[in-house]
């Protein structure tokens, strides 16, 4: 089974930095897809950022970016001069190529951006 | 990319009772699929939802308890059964719209779920 691990609950910063949020994952497939989800405090989660395993390239976003290390099962993101918009719950979740569609979610970290 | 709705918003129930849940997309999706996010919590897939067959539940989630119905590419119903205040939580629908993005799931905005 899959399993994600975000091991930072809580992170502020203040507005204009740039913050990384960690993600670690487990799991034996070769060919996944990664993904950062944001859940602002009105609940609809949005989709940040998509990485394909296959892809050594990180994926970017304006200013989301991630720093994927497949060997070390590791799928970091990196918000740049960060706005008030940006305060959120992010989720790092985990899905399989082949097979079952299910999103494994990590525990979530909650950003909040001060002015 | 998909204009993905839940009714209702928010509710608060009595135990012993049911509640459903409806999601509409305004395209036509393959793959929808229904999860939970109890309180200060991650999410959690209950069950995917493909029109024209059975839904697939998760393990831990039971059909009796929760019945999803997928009648067509745009529209399916979650209902919560003899409620209990530990089915407390946000109930959220997701696809993937393939006109977008394949493999990427796209969320509604939740279902506010209050037992008492």
């Known amino acids: 089974a899959q399993t994600v691990t975000q091991s930072q609950p809580e992170m502020s910063v203040q507005e204009a930095e740039t913050v990384t949020l960690s993600c670690t994952y487990d799991t034996s497939e070769s060919n996944y897809y990664l993904f950062w989800y944001k859940q602002p405090p009105s609940r609809q989660m949005i989709l940040v950022i998509r990485q394909e395993a296959y892809k050594q390239q990180n994926a970017t976003e304006n200013r989301f970016s991630v720093n994927f290390q497949k060997a070390a099962k590791s799928f970091s993101l990196k918000i740049s001069d960060s706005q008030l918009g940006d305060t959120a719950m992010y989720f790092c979740a985990f899905m399989k190529q082949e097979g079952a569609q299910k999103l494994v979610f990590g525990q979530g970290t909650r950003l909040t951006i001060n002015p | 990319s998909a204009v993905i709705s839940q009714k209702p918003s928010r509710d608060i129930c009595q135990r012993g009772t049911s509640l459903t849940i409806q999601c509409q997309v305004d395209?036509?999706?393959?793959?929808m699929f229904w999860y939970r996010q109890q309180p200060g919590q991650s999410l959690t897939l209950i069950a995917t939802a493909n029109q024209g067959s059975e839904a697939t539940y998760e393990s831990g989630f039971v059909i009796d308890k929760f019945p999803i119905s997928r009648p067509n590419l745009t529209f399916s119903t979650l209902t919560v059964s003899n409620m209990s205040p530990e089915d407390s939580s946000i109930y959220l629908c997701?696809?993937?719209?393939?006109?977008?993005?394949?493999?990427?799931?796209?969320f509604g905005p939740g279902t506010r779920l209050t037992v008492l």
């Open positions: 395209s036509q999706v393959t793959m």
């Open positions: 997701s696809v993937e719209d393939p006109s977008i993005r394949g493999d990427t799931q796209y």
